[in-house]
């Protein structure tokens, strides 16, 4: 079964960068039948999704977040990872990675079909 | 951007009864519509996608429909562990990929 872990530091100053990592199990990050991805949801909002990547590097961002953010693959270690710069208050959030489904013949991802229990990030000095 | 609005913003229903909730797009979105389940505490869980598909493990009384602008997630004879807040997601049209604001179906 697939499981999606969120790791990273749950404190981060205003002005630096927020670092997470997704760690894939029960599944392949590289199978060319998903994308993996970020969702955020700040407390007590919806949900905004942040970036999706595939294993070949292929990366959608979202176009509000994209001049901040860095997202990469490492399938040695089936992980996926988020990096979003120069964060502040409003970046304050819960952070979830999930598995971004593709289907075939269609050239972007659509549902998310699988996700982390998320980690929550606090943009704090 | 395709902006995704439910409604309402909080349903109130009673254990048995049914559920119908609301999620229109800004533009059409042909069918590409999906609704998730986010109980207090946990992640989103995917229900539905395609507009009307179930997700594998997801209970018959959740059904959706619509199509372009229009969806509906309707919730028959509810049960206690539905109550939750629901969002839809359209994947129409990157970027970007967008999340309404979500549903809380709340015990009357």
């Known amino acids: 079964q697939l499981q999606l872990l969120e790791s990273g530091p749950g404190l981060v100053k205003p002005s630096e960068t927020l670092s997470l990592t997704c760690t894939i199990s029960?599944?392949?990050?590289?199978?060319?039948?998903?994308?993996w991805g970020w969702v955020r949801q700040a407390p007590g909002e919806g949900l905004e999704w942040i970036a999706s990547v595939y294993y070949t590097g292929d990366i959608y961002y979202n176009p509000s977040l994209k001049r901040r953010v860095t997202v990469s693959v490492d399938t040695s270690k089936n992980q996926f990872s988020l990096k979003l710069r120069a964060v502040t208050a409003a970046d304050t959030a819960l952070y979830y990675c999930a598995r971004h489904v593709m289907v075939r013949g269609i050239r972007t991802p659509r549902w998310f079909d699988s996700w982390g229990q998320g980690t929550l990030v606090s943009v704090t000095s | 951007e395709k902006e995704m609005t439910q409604f309402p913003a909080t349903l109130s229903v009673s254990p048995g009864e049914s559920a119908t909730l609301s999620c229109r797009a800004s533009q059409s979105v042909g069918i590409n519509l999906a609704w998730y389940q986010q109980k207090r505490g946990q992640a989103p869980r995917l229900l539905i996608y395609?507009?009307?598909t179930r997700a594998i493990g997801i209970p018959a009384r959740f059904s959706g429909s619509g199509s372009g602008t229009d969806f509906t997630l309707t919730i028959s004879s509810l049960q206690s562990e539905d109550f939750a807040v629901y969002y839809c997601?359209?994947?129409?049209?990157?970027?970007?990929?967008?999340f309404g604001q979500g549903t809380k179906v709340e015990i009357k």
């Open positions: 395609g507009a009307s």
């Open positions: 997601h359209q994947y129409n049209n990157w970027p970007p990929w967008t």
């Open positions: 029960g599944g392949s990050i590289s199978s060319g039948s998903f994308c």
